[in-house]
């Protein structure tokens, strides 16, 4: 083929890995049972996978964005905000959501080749619709909502969220709203479907990075680094140490990231175990 392409190619160790994960796939998996796995998924399964890792043009490593969203393959023909790979670079380090290149600019002669240590899992929902799906993320949904947020992050993006769990939410409120009788989930979704959007919106807006950019958690720093939000002027100071990244607002304690890295089509998710303080 003539074609200029890049391809972002996965290790079979991380190959083998991804598919162990999938369900049905047999224990214990080799080189060669793997192979046979391979064989009994979907043709429109594995398509997807392998689409999701090539770019319609030749981007060296040495171009590949400092942080941005790529269209891949899977992305021709459908919505812009599918079918994208978030992209980092910094100097000679570049990762594609959350594999890390490990050997750039294989040559080919219809494209150039990237070698990989993950395979990049295809993300299928929002943001909006990642959260509404989460039973742990019933109060954010409810707050998005009643802020007239929710369709803003179904929208191109790409976004970091830090994304506070119903406990968290419900713990806030009471610190917050003393006299407002919160003490369960039910109270606390009463109590936010009624709110004042002015009031709900700069508190979403501060737990979301501004500059549409994506942040997974092996690129927050190991020093303390301030990160704008979308509440301006407010930041957050976030860290890592690590695998396990913080985040602070207003005061001294921080906001623990207890699940990371949820993938969507437009951007990444943080689920924090607080409520980040103005």
Request: glycine content about 6%; charged content about 10%.
């Amino acid at each position: 083929a003539s074609a200029n392409l890049t391809v972002f190619a996965t290790t079979d160790a991380a190959f083998i890995s991804f598919l162990q994960g999938l369900p049905g796939a047999p224990a214990g998996l080799t080189e060669a049972t793997a192979i046979t796995f391979v064989g009994t998924l979907a043709p429109t399964t594995v398509r997807d996978i392998l689409f999701y890792h090539v770019i319609t043009s030749r981007v060296a490593a040495s171009a590949v964005p400092e942080n941005g969203a790529v269209a891949t393959l899977l992305a021709t023909g459908t919505a812009p905000v599918a079918g994208r790979v978030f992209a980092r670079r910094s100097g000679t380090t570049v990762r594609i959501n959350e594999a890390t290149v490990t050997t750039a600019d294989v040559q080919a002669r219809n494209g150039i080749v990237h070698i990989i240590d993950n395979v990049l899992d295809v993300p299928t929902t929002t943001i909006t619709a990642t959260a509404d799906a989460n039973a742990e993320l019933d109060l954010l949904t409810a707050a998005l909502t009643r802020a007239n947020l929710a369709t803003t992050f179904t929208g191109v993006g790409p976004w970091t969220v830090f994304a506070p769990t119903d406990a968290a939410i419900i713990s806030f409120l009471q610190e917050a709203f003393p006299m407002a009788g919160i003490t369960d989930e039910a109270s606390a979704l009463t109590f936010i479907s009624g709110a004042d959007a002015t009031v709900l919106t700069p508190i979403l807006q501060a737990h979301v990075i501004s500059g549409n950019r994506v942040l997974f958690a092996i690129d927050v720093p190991t020093a303390s680094t301030v990160l704008n939000t979308l509440n301006t002027p407010r930041s957050v100071t976030a860290l890592r140490t690590g695998s396990n990244v913080t985040v602070i607002g207003a005061g001294t304690t921080a906001s623990n990231v207890v699940i990371a890295n949820v993938l969507t089509t437009n951007g990444v998710v943080h689920v924090i175990a607080r409520v980040i303080r103005l």
